[in-house]
């Protein structure tokens, strides 16, 4: 019988995709770990390869099709024996999802959870939306007939529900003068705010799945966790002196260290000089880890991705550094895999190297906190014997979930990165 091939779920978060390019034409055969196609998440494009064996019978979704949601067909595959003119036959049911290997291997299966019945409209007629969304709306008490959706035909995902606040139901009709007065929206609509600019010359730029996602996750980021801010500045002479020496020594080997490199070091030997720190909010709890995993911001066209290195305080310097440009080059090309920017305690962004002073990034949950790094700039200070002398002083500020890490334990892993930085060669003891 004729098996449908379903959109995967390619992460544990991936609602709906893009299929970016057919590798395979209608009547080509296919074994088990052929690749098919490439598949565009929110995050990078992936190659789906075949479980089955067969012949394509028939290709259901065109090269360059968004908004494709999970488990909807994508192709048919033809087993021995059957032609083009079974396919009207095959049952709609019991569909065959064509799950890649290596998700089957990394991914846990997720744990049953009772979805919501589907919703309907004030007239009675059905609203299509998402298992998932569902489960968000049913857990924050929101109305899905007053979501607008993003998904395709109008299906509302998760992105819709994960940024909307409960809507405070309508008052009853009164003849007083109340009843007449406008109210203001919480925030104006895509049209109202296009209004705005009727006769002025602009262009309007559709949201890919990336960016859709990093509104939705830092909005909710923003609103949902209690942030605090620790800034320090951290003395960088010492640094420069012993990378530059470093440098000179690896230099027959091809390897470079950066300023960067050093910086991840230092916060994760922190994270294990002041353990209680090294922990993410988990819901209603917190997950203490035991290995430094730190994630890095890598801007990319369009958005940016936060690779994680893992156990980085069990690595050298130089494996740190050979580690962090494969994944920024695989960052850049979109070709990382979920299970290589998802997860870590901490992460890093650094804009010292656009020539930004200091800034307050906001943290990427479920990290406990994120560094934002500035440049290093030549600055005049006050020595230990009070005379007045020049020195490269880095600004670095941390922001910190509170529900995980409090002021005084978020000062101590400050203190302990900044300690690492100052005198570089203890990272190497």
């Known amino acids: ?100 290997a290596q998700l089957a291997e990394t991914a846990p299966a997720p744990a049953a959870t009772p979805t919501p019945a589907a919703p309907k409209s004030g007239d009675g007629t059905r609203l299509f939306a998402s298992p998932l969304a569902r489960r968000i709306a049913a857990a924050k008490g929101l109305d899905l007939s007053q979501i607008k959706g993003s998904g395709p035909h109008g299906r509302i995902v998760k992105a819709d529900v994960e940024g909307a606040t409960q809507a405070a139901p309508a008052p009853q009709a ?89 910086i991840i070091k230092a916060c994760a030997l922190a994270l294990q000089q002041v353990p209680d720190a090294n922990a993410v909010w988990a819901g209603d709890r917190m997950l203490k880890l035991k290995p430094s995993d ?51 305690s901490f992460a890093i962004s650094n804009l ?13 949950p479920p990290h406990g906190a994120i560094l934002a790094v500035g440049a290093g700039v030549k600055k005049p200070v006050v020595n230990a014997q009070g005379d007045i002398v020049a020195a490269t002083i880095m600004s670095v500020t941390m922001s910190v979930d509170h529900r995980v890490i409090d002021g005084a334990l978020g000062a101590e892993l400050l203190a302990a990165i900044k300690a690492n930085l100052e005198v570089p060669m203890t990272m190497l003891a």
């Not at 004729?2 to 609602?15: C, G, K, N, R, V």
């Not at 488990?71 to 999802?97: F, R, Y």
């Not at 909710?220 to 000179?248: G, V």
């Open 1 to 100: 019988m004729p098996i449908e091939i379903l959109m995967p779920a390619l992460s544990p978060t991936m609602e709906e995709g893009t299929l970016a390019k057919w590798l395979v034409n209608e009547g080509d055969t296919v074994n088990s770990g052929d690749v098919m196609c490439e598949i565009e998440t929110d995050k990078a494009t992936m190659e789906f390869e075949a479980v089955d064996e067969g012949v394509i019978g028939k290709i259901l979704i065109g090269e360059g099709t968004e908004g494709v949601a999970v488990n909807t067909a994508i192709a048919v595959l033809l087993e021995d024996g059957e032609s083009v003119d079974d396919i009207g036959a095959a049952p709609a049911a019991p569909a065959k999802a064509q799950e890649p």
């Open 174 to 262: 009164t003849a007083t003068a109340e009843a007449g007065k406008p109210t203001l929206a919480s925030s104006p609509g895509a049209d109202a705010i296009a209004k705005m600019y009727e006769g002025r010359d602009y262009e309007d730029v559709s949201l890919d799945g990336m960016r859709k996602t990093i509104a939705a996750r830092l909005t909710d980021a923003k609103q949902s966790i209690p942030h605090f801010y620790l800034r320090r500045d951290i003395h960088l002479d010492a640094l420069l002196k012993f990378r530059s020496e470093l440098n000179k020594q690896l230099e027959p080997r091809g390897v470079k260290l950066s300023v960067n490199d050093f």
């Open 294 to 344: 730190v994630a890095v911001a890598v801007a990319i066209e369009g958005g940016l991705f936060t690779p994680v290195l893992k156990d980085a305080d069990m690595k050298s310097l130089s494996a740190l550094s050979t580690e962090m440009k494969d994944l920024a080059t695989r960052a850049r090309d979109r070709k990382l895999a979920p299970h290589e920017y998802q997860g870590g």
């Open 352 to 364: 010292g190297m656009m020539g930004i002073d200091n800034f307050d990034a906001v943290i990427n």
